[in-house]
C-alpha cells in the first residue's frame, strides 16, 4: 500500500520566480493538506483540498494556490517567490468523515529553497 | 484560536530508559483530538499516537504511551525502552476533528545517547 508521496524531492528557485509542488494521497484517501514548515518551527497549515476544491485556508496571502484533480493528488503552486518562502513543505492526506482514517498521514516533503 | 506549547527545546535520554516530553494546549473545545508526531533527520513525519479528548483511557502504541489531563491541558507522551531509532523532533498537534488543520508545537528534539 503506497503512503503518500511528493515531488520533487528538493526544488532551488530565485526570487520572483514561480514553482509548483505535487503530492499523490495514500491509497483510498480523498483530502490533501499542505503545510509549510520553516527551519526549527513547526508545521503551519495552508490549505486543504477535498472534491477538488479548497475546503479550508490557513494564514497565507493569495501567492499560494492549489488545485486537486479528479484522481485525488494535489499541486501547490506559489507566484512571486520571496526568500522566506523557503521551507520544507508537507502533504498530507486523510479522509473526510468515516472513523480510524480521519487521521492524516505525511508525505517526504519538498525541500523548497529560494536564492 | 488554538495553541500548542512545547516548553522542552531539546531533551537526552540513555538507551533503554524511560523519558517524558512535555505538551500543554490552549481550547476552548470540548471535545478534539491530540497527536504526537515524530520527524526524524529523512524529515518524514510520523504518526506516533492520536488521542480523543472525550476518551478517557490514555492511548498506547507498544513502547509509546501519553499522559492525557484534560482539564489541566496536558498531553505528555511516555517513551520507554528508548531505542537509538527513537531519535527525532517530536511534535504535539491538535485539531478540531481527525481532518481539520492541525495545529504543532515547535517541537522537542530528542536524543537517544547509547
Redesign the interface.
Given at each position: 500500500d503506497a503512503g503518500v508521496t511528493q515531488s520533487p524531492t528538493h526544488l532551488i528557485k530565485t526570487r520572483g520566480q514561480q514553482v509548483t509542488l505535487r503530492c499523490s494521497p495514500k491509497s483510498g484517501h480523498d483530502?490533501v493538506?499542505w503545510?509549510q514548515q520553516a527551519l526549527?518551527?513547526?508545521?503551519?497549515?495552508i490549505f486543504?483540498y477535498y472534491e477538488e476544491e479548497e475546503r479550508?485556508r490557513?494564514n497565507f496571502p493569495d501567492r499560494f494556490s492549489g488545485h486537486q484533480f479528479p484522481n485525488y493528488s494535489s499541486e501547490l503552486n506559489v507566484n512571486a517567490l520571496l526568500l522566506g518562502d523557503s521551507a520544507?513543505y508537507?502533504c498530507?492526506s486523510?479522509?473526510?468523515?468515516g472513523s480510524g482514517e480521519?487521521?492524516?498521514?505525511?508525505?517526504?516533503?519538498t525541500?523548497l529553497t529560494v536564492l | 484560536a488554538q495553541t500548542v506549547t512545547q516548553s522542552q527545546p531539546e531533551m537526552s535520554v540513555q538507551e533503554a530508559e524511560t523519558v517524558t516530553l512535555s505538551c500543554t494546549y490552549d481550547t476552548s473545545e470540548s471535545n478534539y483530538y491530540l497527536f504526537w508526531y515524530k520527524q526524524p533527520p529523512s524529515r518524514q513525519m510520523i504518526l506516533v499516537i492520536r488521542q480523543e479528548a472525550y476518551k478517557q483511557q490514555n492511548a498506547t502504541e507498544n513502547r509509546f504511551s501519553v499522559n492525557f489531563q484534560k482539564a489541566a491541558k496536558s498531553f505528555s507522551l511516555k517513551i520507554s525502552d528508548s531505542q537509538l531509532g527513537d531519535t527525532a523532533m517530536y511534535f504535539c498537534a491538535f485539531a478540531d476533528s481527525g481532518n481539520t488543520p492541525l495545529v504543532f508545537g515547535k517541537g522537542t528534539r530528542l536524543s537517544v545517547i547509547a
Open positions: 483530502t493538506s503545510y526549527g518551527q513547526g508545521p503551519q497549515f486543504q479550508q490557513g520544507l508537507l498530507a486523510s479522509i473526510l468523515g480521519d487521521t492524516q498521514y505525511f508525505g517526504p516533503g525541500r | -
